[in-house]
């Protein structure tokens, strides 16, 4: 196919694929309430940072109450229940990261009406910058917004936190999201979550591309298809489509924390984690153009959700470099050499 034919054809395409991702007026309605805004949430939280490292795990979760404030300015409460999630956050960090368990009947009549399930995203230490890295890691989520329909929507948090001891609890004002739960992603596509590992050769090409280019914009290495790690598996009208999660370790965020991954049979051949890597799988070469023009054509709204947050970052220069990291990877995507040499020369075999 020559490079006429091959534009034409991914202009053809592109235009029935971004015009999938509008959403109906009955959509717009529908949405869980709690993802229905977007301004920052004010929360409050009371549990022992030590205690719910110690008494709860997969399956084991404390009873705690949240309270957040309600449009009419008043606080409301309702009943939860807590767990820690992540073995590598359980033992790195001080703040947790938490799953959020909620009764129907405690949501009803709240802005949690709908949600069962949640995971909550906190920083992980105590340290300068530790909510310009959440802050960071909820803009990747609102870049893959713009790259998928198939996405976790995301609220972003203001958290005041009171860490319950014997004596003298301590209080931190933080910043954190929700992100919504997998079985709610499938409920949104009339599908369901896939809980058995398959072979990424079985994943939809255009997912599995957009989901691999999207983690080497970012630069992440903490993921893996083959294993399923940091990625929920959808089924969804006969497709497989791998929808990602967890982003604290890449190269955008660059936390004080994040290290390469060392989980593959092999060492990558990087030793930052703001090194990028593609760990994409070979497909249909056309299907790497496709995609390479559809972040090309979207390359404003990507910058744009970077620069809609810059009033939370308490460091400008954090922002100002995640912006400067994003627009690096264009340089990739709009030179043809270096997108051959460093994407698709890089693809690993199925």
């Given at each position: 196919?020559n490079?006429?034919?091959q534009k034409?054809?991914?202009t053809f ?9 509008a959403?109906?007026?009955?959509e717009k309605?529908?949405k ?7 301004e920052l ?10 205690g719910?490292?110690k ?12 309270s957040?404030?309600a449009k ?5 409460t309702?009943?939860?229940?807590l ?11 001080f ?7 909620i ?8 802005v949690?009406?709908?949600e069962?399930k949640l995971?909550l995203?906190l920083p992980c230490?105590k340290?300068?910058g530790?909510d310009?890295y ?11 917004e713009?790259?998928s329909?198939?996405y ?5 948090l203001?958290?005041?936190?009171e860490?319950?001891k ?15 739960d997998d ?5 949104r ?10 072979y990424?050769?079985s ?20 993921f ?5 790690h ?7 009208d006969?497709k ?16 004080s ?5 060392r989980s593959?049979k ?10 990028r ?8 070469l056309r ?5 390479k023009e559809?972040?090309?054509?979207n390359k ?33 995507l ?16 199925i």
């Open positions: 196919m490079n006429h034919h034409l054809f991914c395409f592109l235009f029935f694929t971004l015009c999938s991702f959403q109906t007026e009955e309605v529908n869980p309430k709690l993802f229905n805004e977007t949430l004010p929360i409050r939280l009371k549990y022992s940072r030590k719910i490292k008494e709860t795990d997969d399956s084991t979760y404390i009873k705690s109450k949240l957040y404030l009419n300015e008043d606080w409301e309702l009943d939860i229940k767990r820690v999630r992540g073995n590598f956050r359980k033992k790195t960090c703040f947790t990261p938490l799953k959020v368990k009764k129907k009947e405690d949501a009803k009549g709240t949690f009406k709908g069962k995971k995203v230490l340290e300068s530790n310009d959440v802050i960071k890691e909820y803009i990747a989520y609102k870049m893959y713009v790259i329909p198939y976790f929507k995301t609220r972003l203001d958290i005041e936190y860490n319950l014997k004596k003298d609890s301590k209080i931190y004002n933080l910043k954190g999201f929700f992100i919504e079985e709610s992603v499938a409920k596509f009339d599908g369901h979550v896939y809980k058995r590992p398959i990424p050769k994943f939809d090409d255009l997912e599995a591309l957009r989901n691999a280019f999207f983690q080497c914009m970012i630069g992440n290495t903490d893996s298809p083959t294993y399923q940091n990625m929920k598996l959808l089924f969804i006969k497989f489509i791998p929808v990602p999660y967890d982003f604290d370790l890449s190269g955008l965020v660059n936390s924390y994040a290290v390469v991954s593959r092999a060492p990558l051949p990087i030793d930052d984690v703001t090194d890597y593609f760990l994409g799988y070979k497909r249909d299907m790497f153009h496709i995609v559809e972040y090309i054509i404003s709204k990507i910058m744009d959700a970077i620069e809609a947050h810059k009033v939370y970052f308490e460091n400008k220069s954090a922002f100002y470099e995640a912006k400067r990291y994003i627009q690096e990877f264009y340089t990739v709009e030179d043809e050499d270096k997108f051959k040499s460093k994407i698709i020369d890089i693809a690993k075999k």
